[in-house]
Every structure is written in C-alpha cells, then in structure tokens.
T-cell receptor, first 115, second 112 residues
Framework: AQKVTQAQTEISVVEKEDVTLDCVYETRDTTYYLFWYKQPPSGELVFLIRRNSFDEQNEISGRYSWNFQKSTSSFNFTITASQVVDSAVYFCALSGRGGSEKLVFGKGTKLTVNP | EPEVTQTPSHQVTQMGQEVILRCVPISNHLYFYWYRQILGQKVEFLVSFYNNEISEKSEIFDDQFSVERPDGSNFTLKIRSTKLEDSAMYFC??????????FGPGTRLTVL
C-alpha cells in the first residue's frame, strides 16, 4: 500500500525566513511519481511539481526548491525568503505509474507566513 | 490557459436527497478523477474514470455513488441518498497521458 507522511501539521514563520516542508513516502512500486500541491485559503488545489522516481535531481523554481532522496524515501520542499502569499496548506502526494495513477495525499502542512 | 471547471461551487441539500456534482475536464484529457476533502482533513481518492468506465475506486465509493460522462465534455458524480458524513469539498481532476492531474476549484457539499 502507498502512504505519504507529512509530520509537520503546522509551521509558522516570519516573512523572509526560509522554510522546509517534510514529506516521507512508502510504496512498493519501483516506478512512481511524487507531487506537491498548494491549497491557499480560497480552497483550490494548485499543482506545484511532479517528480519521476527515476529522476533524483533536485529542482529549483524561483523561490521554491525540492530535494528528492530515494535512500530516505523523502521529497522535501523548501521555500526561500518566504512571503505572506505563501501562506497555505501544502500537500505532498504519491502515485504509481500506470493504471489509474490515483493520487495518495499526505495530511498536509499548514504554513503561515507572518509579516 | 485551459482549466477544469466545476458546478455548483456550493450545494446545500437535505439528508436522503440525491445530488449531482458536475465537472468539465480539460478538453484533451483522457483520465478523470473525483476526490473529496472533509473539512480540515486530507484529500481522499474516490474514483478514476478512463475510456468510459471506472478504472479504480476506493472503499469510500460505495453503491450510493456513481459517475458518468454523459457527453464529450461533462463528467458527473452522483450521490443517490446523501448522508451527513458526505459533507465535504469534492474535487474533480483530469490529466493527459503521463502528465500531472489538474484540479477544479471544488464543490462544497453541505448535507443538513
């Protein structure tokens, strides 16, 4: 069975601080995808990144960066120089490759960035 | 930019009533999904749909639930006899082959 654990329920930082959101996953699949989605207070789910299990290269997109480590089954997300607009719930998710590719979500981390 | 749309944004219904939640996936997508999120909790998979049939469903998706793609654009979720515990945000999602899922804005269902 697939499982995603986001141990941090809530994080509060002051603007301009860096923050890392942790994600640990479990799967028996040899090929899979990992995702991060953002859910702002308005409620929609915004896609941030998809990572293939064969690609362990770290990725940077502006102030966002992702660290994928297969050895520790982790896919952590760092926001550099956080801003108030980053305040949201962030979900890590996992899907197998092939078949329905349904998403299995973690419980989410609520990030509050204070001015 | 193409997006998934859902209607209505908010539906209030009485326990025992039938509801139909509607979604218009992105036009060239082939895989369709419904998820739900009970307030303050994680997003849970309900059902996936491909090639005009259900490809996978969760244990939540019991006989009270059904999905349909009645024409080339709409994708619907029907709950036959709503219960209080069906109150949640329901998200529709779609994807192209080997691509990420894009979510609609959700329908908040309130069962009284």
């Amino acid at each position: 069975a697939q499982k995603v654990t986001q141990a941090q329920t809530e994080i509060s930082v002051v603007e301009k601080e860096d923050v890392t959101l942790d994600c640990v996953y479990e799967t028996r699949d040899t090929t899979y995808y990992l995702f991060w989605y953002k859910q702002p207070p308005s409620g929609e789910l915004v896609f941030l990144i998809r990572r293939n299990s064969f690609d362990e290269q770290n990725e940077i997109s502006g102030r966002y960066s992702w660290n994928f480590q297969k050895s520790t089954s982790s896919f952590n997300f760092t926001i550099t120089a956080s801003q108030v607009v980053d305040s949201a719930v962030y979900f890590c998710a996992l899907s197998g490759r092939g078949g329905s590719e349904k998403l299995v979500f973690g419980k989410g981390t609520k990030l509050t960035v204070n001015p | 930019e193409p997006e998934v749309t859902q209607t209505p944004s908010h539906q209030v219904t009485q326990m025992g009533q039938e509801v139909i939640l509607r979604c218009v996936p992105i036009s060239n997508h082939l895989y369709f999904y419904w998820y739900r999120q009970i307030l303050g909790q994680k997003v849970e998979f309900l059902v996936s749909f491909y090639n005009n049939e259900i490809s996978e469903k969760s244990e939540i998706f019991d006989d009270q639930f059904s999905v349909e793609r009645p024409d080339g654009s709409n994708f619907t979720l029907k709950i036959r006899s709503t219960k209080l515990e069906d109150s949640a945000m329901y998200f529709c999602a779609s994807r192209a082959d080997q691509m990420e899922q894009f979510f609609g804005p959700g329908t908040r269902l309130t069962v009284l």
